[in-house]
């Protein structure tokens, strides 16, 4: 019933940037924690960034003081600032949210995934 929803990705060339939102609607939860994860054809999913309901960050060392993870606790979204992009960085981008139901069970979900091409 919880759902989320990616935009942001698209084309663009090196040393650019791009601002991913992730927004989670449907039915009422409480957040533990939000992230985006990146893969690749024939790699495993991997953490980019990642921020818990405290607000608390985390993000992969490719990641770290380029790319800036943030929320907007109103409106359920999360937000990927991607700043001096790399060719490196192309990939699929997915959400992930990790939140309680009004009831306390725990649940996981993915965005469809958006698409980040870096190239000249």
């Known amino acids: 019933q919880v759902q989320l929803v990616e935009s942001g990705g698209g084309l663009v060339q090196p040393g650019g940037s791009l601002r991913l939102s992730c927004a989670a609607s449907?039915?009422?939860?409480?957040?533990?924690?939000m992230g985006w994860y990146r893969q690749a054809p024939g790699k495993q999913r991997e953490l980019v960034a990642v921020?818990?309901?405290?607000?608390?960050?985390n993000y992969a060392v490719s990641a770290k003081g380029r790319f800036t993870i943030s929320r907007d606790n109103a409106k359920n979204t999360v937000f990927l600032q991607m700043n001096s992009l790399k060719p490196e960085d192309t990939d699929v981008y997915y959400c992930n949210l990790n939140c309680r139901t009004a009831w306390g069970a725990r649940q996981e979900r993915w965005g469809q995934g958006t698409q980040v091409t870096v190239s000249s």
């Open positions: 449907g039915s009422s939860f409480s957040l533990d924690a």
């Open positions: 921020i818990t309901g405290g607000g608390v960050t």
